[in-house]
């Protein structure tokens, strides 16, 4: 400050910009550098108008601001001091000085975060649905045409439940298109949140929750942040070996029981019918809830897809989770957890202690969009596209079958196919795929207790050709094995 030349990129010169901003910035490393003491009277703000080829009033508007800040103070007729420094709280003692004096106290540590993939060409391990298959317009449209109609109001905060008109098309739609008819819905930020709310409003520390194995890590992270413990039951080629669970329950107090009953996640099997009726009948003679993640239901191939376990008359205890995220796109975080009202009352309640509101213009427009038609048109016109992507993955997994061990489940639905790679180790050959672009899901990061030589290959947002060549450098990584 003083008769320093001026800063030329202190301000900016384009119009859009406030400029006080960028004085004040300048003036405030002044002030920081230490080359005015406190008291010390600045220049007059004509001189600093000078300096920083601003006019006077920008000049002064900067320096309110630093008053405002504290690190000035303006005196009538005289200008702008340096103000002295504020009172800090007396230096610790040498011994008092260790870093964890200064840390976070963590009482529930979430485990490590997930593995950086790094630079990904061809995306297999997630079965996500592929955004440009979107029609664009159209949810261009029903965006126009909420804030045409709603003007400002579009953009407040949805209800905590959710955007009314979002509630009613959703359960509307699950009633015609999943046969299943809820007392209740509550909108969540995908159906992840909708697990991680039911793990902390019905469970507690030490709980046994029994899951799918291989299963749903992620779900397996929110029953444990909410202190309970994970106790795998086998999954099988007719899905969750009722069996096995009827045994554990003889053994343990079990609290929950969490299933992805169509297309199991990640093994894309069909939890059959039989094990449905054994499954609800065995659960509700202990009086153990079910939490049904019902993820992709329409995605689903060959004949029509089973109804949910919900749907069943015998079914009062099961909670639903379910999500538009894998029907419209990974960025639409709209999911839903559904069941009676008594319960999704306590969920609402236990919401609001993290979640206020939801994303208001996304859900209205998602409501606009749904009740035009346009959503299940989309999901029409996708499950036709995935399905021929499934049908070409096939192809090119039969074409690697030739050439190295590999045994695959055709699904019947899901964006997603399990192979078994039987004579390879099945890490070393996924983290080989990655460093060359190809990301895929090992089955032993799926998995609590049984050994797995499986891998989930996703095919839904990538084209026939790029899978095609995700499995060519698959399979020469595996022949170099």
């Not at 021929?388 to 639905?413: C, I």
Request: glycine share 8%.
């Amino acid at each position: 400050m003083g008769s320093s030349p001026k800063p030329r990129s202190a301000v900016s010169r384009d119009g859009r910009r406030t400029r006080w901003v960028p004085v004040a910035q300048a003036l405030r490393r002044a002030l920081a550098s230490g080359s005015r003491v406190a008291g010390e009277l600045l220049p007059s703000t004509r001189e600093l108008a000078s300096t920083y080829g601003v006019h006077r009033q920008t000049i002064m508007v900067a320096l309110d601001a630093l008053c405002a800040e504290g690190l000035l103070c303006a005196e009538p007729r005289r200008g702008y001091r340096v103000a002295p420094p504020e009172p800090g709280p007396p230096a610790p003692r040498h011994e008092e000085r260790s870093a964890t004096h200064y840390q976070f106290r963590v009482v529930r540590e979430p485990g490590p975060p997930p593995a950086a993939l790094g630079q990904v060409r061809y995306p297999l391990h997630a079965a996500t649905p592929d955004p440009a298959l979107l029609p664009l317009r159209e949810l261009r449209a029903s965006y126009a045409h909420v804030l045409a109609r709603h003007g400002t109001s579009a953009l407040h905060a949805a209800d905590a439940d959710g955007n009314p008109a979002l509630v009613r098309e959703l359960l509307a739609y699950l009633r015609r298109a999943r046969a299943v008819q809820f007392e209740r819905l509550l909108v969540t930020c995908g159906s992840q949140e909708g697990i991680a709310l039911a793990a902390h409003t019905l469970l507690g520390p030490g709980d046994v929750v029994a899951v799918e194995d291989p299963g749903y890590f992620p779900a397996w992270r929110a029953f444990r942040a909410a202190g309970a413990e994970v106790v795998p039951v086998p999954v099988d080629a007719r899905g969750l070996h009722v069996g096995a669970l009827e045994r554990l329950l003889r053994r343990r107090r079990v609290r929950l029981v969490y299933v992805t009953p169509n297309h199991q996640y990640p093994t894309t099997v069909t939890l059959s019918a039989p094990r449905r009726r054994a499954l609800l009948d065995l659960t509700l003679a202990h009086g153990v809830p079910i939490l049904e993640d019902d993820y992709d239901h329409e995605y689903h191939y060959r004949g029509e897809p089973q109804p949910p376990l919900a749907a069943s008359a015998s079914a009062p205890h099961v909670l639903y989770v379910a999500s538009l995220s894998k029907l419209v796109a990974p960025g639409v975080r709209v999911g839903m957890v559904c069941g009676s009202g008594e319960l999704l009352d306590v969920l609402a309640r236990q919401r609001q202690s993290t979640v206020r509101a939801g994303d208001g213009v996304t859900q209205a427009a998602l409501a606009d969009w749904i009740a035009e038609g346009g959503f299940e048109r989309h999901v029409r016109r996708a499950r036709r596209a995935y399905a021929e992507r499934r049908d070409a993955a096939l192809e090119s997994l039969a074409r690697a079958a030739r050439k190295v061990p590999l045994e695959v489940t055709p699904p019947d639905g899901g964006l997603a196919v399990w192979t078994l790679w039987p004579r390879h180790p099945i890490v070393e050959l996924a983290r080989r795929a990655l460093v060359r672009g190809v990301a895929v899901l090992p089955g032993p990061l799926a998995t609590l207790e049984a050994s797995s030589a499986g891998m989930r290959l996703a095919y839904g947002r990538v084209s026939p050709a790029q899978f095609s060549a995700a499995v060519s450098i698959l399979v020469d990584e595996a022949k170099r094995m």
